[in-house]
Nanobody
Framework: QVQLVESGGGLVQPGGSLRLSCAAS????????MGWYRQAPGKQRELVAAITSGGSTNYADSVKGRFTISRDNAKNTVYLQMNSLKPEDTAVYYCNAAAEGLYGLGDYWGQGTQVTVSS
């Protein structure tokens, strides 16, 4: 089994910054892509950013130039640096990992962390 634990959410004013972290643990053989998704009230979950094991990244148009995804493969951890935050970035942010564990390949999710951008 693979567990993902997120941290770093909170309340921030517009224009501020936050850094989210997500650490994977458990019986992990390898982790392929890792990513961050978000879900605002009344909206569908959407991809924010993703990164492959080789470091290739992909971003939603709405966060390009403001958010940066990175990962530390040695620590099985992915980060999301969020700058110039806007009220529309308010959502629950979920970490996702495509990982190979004891039972084969699987798609794993964290429990979510709330990000609120408000003055």
């Amino acid at each position: 089994q693979v567990q993902l634990v997120e941290s770093g959410g909170g309340l921030v004013q517009p224009g501020g910054s936050l850094r989210l972290s997500c650490a994977a643990s458990g019986s992990i053989f390898s982790i392929n892509a890792m990513g961050w998704y978000r879900q605002a009230p009344g909206k569908q979950r959407e991809l924010v950013a993703a990164i492959t094991s080789g470091g290739s990244t992909n971003y939603a148009d709405s966060v390009k130039g403001r958010f940066t995804i990175s990962r530390d493969n040695a620590k099985n951890t992915v980060y999301l640096q969020m700058n110039s935050l806007k009220p529309e970035d308010t959502a629950v942010y979920y970490c996702n990992a495509a990982a190979e564990g004891l039972y084969g390949l699987g798609d794993y999710w964290g429990q979510g962390t709330q990000v609120t951008v408000s003055s």
